[in-house]
């Protein structure tokens, strides 16, 4: 439910500035999901951080590919942050953000 919760309300804003703040959530969900069931998918998975995300406290979120691709600041900074964990087809996710 309250992934759905949050997934809805990320969908449903105007725009990128008004997502930030519902993605955050959806984002600790999914890592609490990837470290109770694992990945199910056939790619790693990672968790990554952005520092400067909401105002310098810092976020975290769930990404396909290697490079930082910038969950909260789009194209405007799209590779600020860091990869901190790989989750690998089927691993659980070791530490919740």
């Known amino acids: 439910d309250r992934l759905m919760t949050h997934a809805h309300a990320v969908k449903e804003a105007s725009d990128?500035?008004?997502r930030r703040a519902p993605?955050?959530?959806l984002s600790g969900a999914l890592q609490e999901l990837l470290a109770a069931f694992g990945n199910p998918?056939?790619?790693p998975l990672r968790v990554?951080?952005?520092?400067?995300?909401f105002e310098n406290e810092g976020a975290h979120w769930v990404q396909r590919g290697e490079r930082v691709d910038n969950a909260y600041f789009g194209d405007a900074m799209r590779t600020c942050g860091s990869i901190e964990e790989t989750v690998a087809p089927?691993?659980?996710l070791e530490q919740v953000r």
Do not use: I, K, V
């Not at 990554?48 to 995300?53: E, I, K």
């Open 41 to 43: 998918t056939d790619a």
């Open 48 to 53: 990554a951080f952005c520092p400067m995300a």
């Open 23 to 25: 993605f955050e959530p």
């Open 16 to 18: 990128l500035g008004a």
């Open 90 to 92: 089927g691993a659980h």
